[in-house]
């Protein structure tokens, strides 16, 4: 059964940084392309970073220079690092991991952390 866990949201006043964690199980962690989403509320999905299998990082505009996605193996966890955060950033956050395996793409999705940034 895969589980994919996040923690570390909270609130935080505007400049502020948080941590994110997601710990997986289930899957064969460091052959899995790992991903943060976030949804603001009344607003779509978005995709705002990916770490690679071989640790490439992508990161949306919006992010980039203030958020760092990072991974550890050894502990089937994935990390986002948000920095300068601001109001705009408010969301549940979710964790995605996918997985191919035999031709078959997989996607795993964690129940969401919600991250608040008063002004």
């Known amino acids: 059964q895969v589980q994919l866990v996040e923690s570390g949201g909270g609130l935080v006043q505007t400049g502020g940084s948080l941590r994110l964690s997601c710990a997986a199980s289930?899957?064969?962690?460091?052959?899995?392309?790992m991903k943060w989403y976030r949804q603001a509320p009344g607003k779509q999905r978005e995709l705002v970073a990916t770490?690679?299998?071989?640790?490439?990082?992508i990161y949306a505009d919006s992010v980039k220079g203030r958020f760092a996605i990072s991974r550890d193996n050894t502990k089937n966890t994935m990390y986002l690092q948000m920095n300068s955060l601001k109001p705009e950033d408010t969301a549940v956050y979710y964790c995605?991991?996918?997985?191919?395996?035999?031709?078959?793409?997989?996607?795993?999705w964690g129940q969401g952390t919600q991250v608040t940034v008063s002004s």
């Open positions: 289930g899957i064969i962690f460091r052959l899995a392309a």
């Open positions: 995605n991991a996918r997985t191919i395996a035999i031709a078959t793409t997989r996607d795993y």
């Open positions: 770490i690679t299998s071989a640790s490439s990082t």
